[in-house]
């Protein structure tokens, strides 16, 4: 599976949490933080792959919380043989 995330439009948190719910079609009870991100991801079972475009943009509308945002997909992305990331 391919997913594409464009951040362009992306101005809040939980909007970012929604398109990445969506898109990989997590649960109701997702958490909608970094951490329930996480644990989401490294449960993927599927070979899967997640280009996020935009990234600049996210970084200017959400500062220092886009930059922890992408360390969490660098770690997903170690931990969980399934999933890929591109930035």
């Known amino acids: 599976m391919q997913i594409r995330i464009n951040c ?3 101005s809040e948190k939980s909007q970012l949490h929604q398109i990445f719910a969506q898109a990989l079609r997590f649960p109701d009870w997702y958490g909608g933080n ?4 996480f ?11 997640i280009i996020v475009t935009d990234f600049d943009a996210l970084t200017a509308s959400l500062g220092s919380y ?8 660098s770690r997903a992305d170690e931990e969980n043989e399934f999933i890929t990331f591109k930035i």
Request: hydrophobic share 45%.
């Open 8 to 10: 362009k439009e992306v």
């Open 66 to 73: 886009a930059n922890a945002f992408r360390r969490v997909l």
């Open 34 to 37: 970094l951490d329930a991100l």
């Open 39 to 49: 644990d989401m991801l490294t449960g993927i079972c599927e070979p899967t792959e």
